[in-house]
């Protein structure tokens, strides 16, 4: 995969083939990633594995700024994702300042907005000017604090027809996929099914158009703790600390630096 994806041609997948798409936050990594994804997140969700915090919630505009650019730096070849932060599309206009601020100040491809039929008129306005928009809908972590923690969503009848209405909400409004998340698998393949732009999941089983897992998570990076959800393709945290282990007793026992290594 070392052509970029264009939004006709991530709409055209669906029903043909699951897309791929991963998070990111610098162009170190992001350069390692592009290959095999079709899709780079710049996710808010660097405010927890970069940052440290405990939720997405205080990560600002500049920084979305900051690591979006630095992600396109690394990634010249890949579609490239800047997700919203908490705060920055309340209204309208607020929403299309800050998302024209993505397309001004870097070269993301779209934004992504967390919210289902009441962001949709957000969203509208933001397709309407030029501003491609990926939805999310199911768990918003965004709402971490107002629902009380990460809650699954779709486990009521009600929940369900919101989820349904959500999707169809935000494929009307423009957007051209979205991402659903922490959604019981039944009922995201059920969304995926109501709407025609790809639905790219995230804790939300093997019947959506996609798959999307934050990097660090994926790596085994990200030892704060797992979700169920995620699968670990590699003990990152382990090969780190062993390769620092071995570091540090290179230096104590003066094998490093070697000959090789010394001008
Ligand atoms: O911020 C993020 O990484 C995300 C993913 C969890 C989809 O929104």
Do not use: W
């Amino acid at each position: 995969m070392n052509k970029k994806i264009t939004i006709s041609s991530i709409k055209k997948t669906k029903g043909i083939r699951p897309l791929v798409m991963i998070t990111a936050y610098d162009a170190l990594f992001a350069k390692l990633l592009e290959d095999d994804s079709d899709m780079i997140l710049v996710g808010d969700s660097l405010n927890m594995s970069f940052a440290g915090k405990n939720d997405t919630l205080s990560t600002t505009m500049d920084q979305m700024l900051y690591h979006t650019n630095a992600v396109c730096r690394g990634a010249k070849n890949s579609f490239v994702i800047c997700d919203m932060p908490f705060g920055s599309y309340t209204n309208k206009d607020d929403a299309l300042k800050n998302a024209i601020r993505v397309f001004q100040e870097t070269p993301a491809d779209c934004v992504k907005i967390e919210g289902g039929s009441d962001k949709a008129e957000i969203v509208k306005h933001l397709t309407n000017n030029g501003i491609a928009v990926c939805g999310h809908i199911g768990l918003l972590p965004q709402s971490v604090r107002s629902e009380g923690g990460y809650k699954v969503k779709g486990k009521t009848n009600k929940e369900q027809l919101q989820l349904i209405e959500d999707a169809r909400a935000i494929e009307e409004a423009g957007a051209f996929c979205m991402v659903i998340e922490g959604v019981k698998a039944d009922v995201a393949t059920e969304v995926t099914n109501c709407v025609e732009i790809p639905v790219i999941g995230i804790g939300a089983g093997a019947g959506v158009d996609g798959q999307v897992l934050v990097f660090s998570d994926m790596l085994g990076l990200f030892e704060e703790f797992t979700p169920k959800f995620v699968k670990k393709y590699m003990d990152g945290a382990s090969l780190v600390r062993d390769a620092v282990k071995n570091y540090s007793y290179e230096i104590a026992s003066k094998e490093f630096p070697k000959e090789e290594h010394t001008y």
